[in-house]
């Protein structure tokens, strides 16, 4: 019996050992072989695989799956979508090729120029927005042509700013969207002035009238000649300028404001500026292409048109022109003219007659008064279209124009390149018949030496003093009291003056009744 019992203590002891050997937790996993076993057991008896035998390894790591814990993530982060990869995705669009029912419309006369060749051209005069970016832009333009179906369509240029660039387009007005303009133009004034006749005036008006604000120049005249659009990556939509008024041309000459690229940006500037960075924007392309547009002389010639007026401010291309030697344009800006109307100081190309919109003056009668011809100022006239470069006037004792060769090795097959250096960034080029203008800048016009604010002025004077404006010192206590001490003898002896002068009185009284 004792060695029964001493062999059944020894196995228990022995089970006892082993079910603690079985429970000790692994340093790799943190895990002990006695709960691994129980819960391959529990899920055999869950699951009743069949062949158990031969998935038992599979069980096994299915349940160590379950209990893994990664302190650390061995798998990385999808990558998150880039400004580029999105850009990218946009301009996907722009190679998509036209479907078969269409290429006999596309090989029709297209209302883009080659933008491939006027590329190259740029890039042997050094300018320009590089092959890549101008193959983009040409697939850009494409597409705005299509969607926006523009008789004519050409790259204006490139406007930078301080978060994003401006690529601007130049397009031309269709006919019925002109006479459309003109007429809702017609049918506001006459609505303004059914509204003023029909409104009842019982209170007395002032008599003063301000000045009447001057009115934007018709769609596909003047500085609203050609519509342009913006867009800020080839491939991104396009957005319509605003047509451009008087007084924002006027305001725009005399601010200097970066642009940043948000067209929907205040613009804060003194004098104010009426509108946001689109108008802006449309002011400063106005300045620009009024400015830096030429041609060689010839190419265009005086339109030939039934109304005097618009004869003079229209121009068209001159069949006839044979082009100019690269030699001769290069040396002299006589054979470089303006095609584009000079803007006046009145922010217009073509002169307001405020007159009519004054009225005529009148007496205390009523009567309407002449006015004399020395009273009316002197009507600003600005260069006519076709006015050679050699005629612009020095700014800052720089010239305005300056003239090069791209090449001079290759003299033969060189370009005419002409730069202003009053607006950086504006170039044009000519070869044989064929010219192009461009302008890659700020937006800002050559302001000669480095922008100094102006001296305020001199402090005013100050009042002069003097002892009735002085202010006082406190006195101390000695000088209270004394002054104390003499106002009461003062008292006192008014007092006195007044009891003498009394009994003088009644002394005279008691003597005139003697």
């Not at 029964?4 to 228990?12: G, K, N």
């Not at 069949?50 to 069980?59: L, R, Y």
């Not at 006027?250 to 108008?279: C, H, M, W």
């Amino acid at each position: 019996m004792d060695a029964e019992r001493d062999d059944s203590e020894q196995s228990l002891q022995s089970a006892a050992s082993f079910k603690a050997l079985m429970m000790t937790s692994s340093t790799q996993s943190n895990m002990n072989l006695y709960d691994h076993l129980t819960q391959v057991l529990m899920k055999v008896m869950d699951e009743h695989p069949q062949n158990a035998v031969d998935v038992i390894e599979d069980i096994s790591q299915d349940v160590k799956r379950t209990f893994f814990e990664a302190k650390q993530s061995t798998l990385r982060d999808l990558p998150q979508t880039t400004a580029a990869e999105l850009l990218a995705e946009k301009q996907r669009l722009l190679f998509a090729g036209p479907e078969e029912d269409d290429q006999e419309e596309k090989a029709m006369e297209s209302p883009l120029p080659n933008v491939s060749v006027i590329g190259f051209y740029w890039e042997q005069a050094g300018v320009g927005l590089g092959r890549e970016e101008m193959l983009r832009v040409f697939l850009a333009l494409k597409q705005l042509v299509e969607s926006q179906k523009l008789l004519r369509c050409r790259l204006w240029g490139k406007i930078l700013g301080t978060e994003s660039s401006y690529i601007v387009a130049e397009a031309e007005y269709e006919v019925g969207e002109v006479e459309r303009s003109s007429e809702e133009s017609a049918e506001e004034e006459e609505r303004e002035a059914e509204i003023e006749e029909d409104e009842g005036d019982p209170l007395p008006r002032s008599t003063y009238e301000p000045l009447p604000a001057l009115p934007e120049e018709n769609l596909g005249r003047g500085a609203n000649k050609c519509v342009y659009y913006v867009c800020k990556e080839p491939g991104l939509p396009w957005v319509k300028l605003p047509s451009v008024s008087p007084a924002q041309i006027t305001v725009a000459r005399q601010i200097r404001k970066f642009f940043t690229g948000r067209l929907d940006n205040p613009v804060v500037s003194y004098p104010p500026f009426t509108g946001n960075e689109a108008n802006y924007l449309r002011a400063q392309i106005a300045r620009i292409s009024a400015g830096t547009q030429v041609s060689p002389e010839g190419f265009y010639k005086p339109a030939e048109d039934e109304d005097y007026e618009e004869a003079l401010n229209s121009v068209e291309v001159n069949p006839d022109f044979e082009g100019i030697s690269v030699a001769e344009l290069a040396e002299s800006l006589s054979t470089w003219v303006h095609h584009v109307q000079h803007i006046l100081q009145q922010g217009r190309c073509t002169l307001a007659d405020l007159a009519k919109k004054t009225g005529d003056d009148f007496n205390e009668e009523g009567e309407a008064e002449e006015r004399k011809d020395d009273d009316e100022p002197e009507q600003e006239v600005g260069p006519p279209l076709l006015t050679r470069l050699s005629e612009d006037a020095e700014k800052f004792n720089i010239p305005p124009w300056t003239l090069r060769v791209s090449s001079t090795l290759t003299y033969q097959h060189a370009l005419a390149v002409i730069r202003s250096n009053l607006w950086p960034g504006a170039y044009a080029y000519s070869c044989g018949k064929t010219f192009e203008n461009i302008y890659v800048g700020w937006g800002l016009k050559y302001a000669g030496e480095g922008y100094s604010p102006p001296v305020p002025p001199p402090p005013q004077n100050e009042y002069p003093s003097g002892p009735e404006i002085t202010e006082a010192l406190d006195p101390s206590l000695e000088e209270e009291l004394a002054r104390q001490e003499t106002l009461e003898e003062e008292r006192d002896a008014e007092e006195e003056l007044e009891e003498e002068l009394e009994d003088i009185d009644g002394e005279d009284d008691e003597e005139d009744d003697d």
